[in-house]
């Protein structure tokens, strides 16, 4: 799957709206996965760019190929699925806010260092 010179697999996570999410540039990277609830926006999606989908998103955490996970989810949705990915061994890339309050913050910089 890797043929660029230091890529990285990436997987994005979203909550409707695929098109606006994935319409980025990958320069140094290649995207491996998409997951989302929205099943039919995910098939085309997901052929368009070939890649294997997903509707849960810890088949995408738990995919060892898979080396970073960009979470544009719900805000209350942030904490959760970046802590299960970092413990997961996985560079995260979170919109903002990073997550709903400052404990929940805290808890994802602990995770984080770890």
């Known amino acids: 799957m890797r043929n660029k010179i230091y890529s990285i697999l990436v997987a994005l996570i979203v909550c409707l709206n695929v098109q606006a999410k994935v319409d980025f ?48 989810l719900p805000d209350h949705l942030h904490a959760e699925v970046a802590i299960k990915a970092m413990r997961a061994g996985k560079h995260v890339l979170c919109e903002k806010p990073i997550a709903l309050n400052l404990d929940e913050c805290k808890e994802m910089v602990k995770v984080a260092d770890e």
């Open 25 to 72: 540039n990958l320069e140094k990277a290649e995207l491996a996965y998409l997951c989302d609830i929205a099943e039919d926006d995910l098939e085309m999606y997901g052929k368009k760019y070939g890649v294997p989908t997903t509707t849960d998103y810890n088949v995408v955490v738990e995919n060892p190929d898979i080396d970073a996970i960009i979470i544009a």
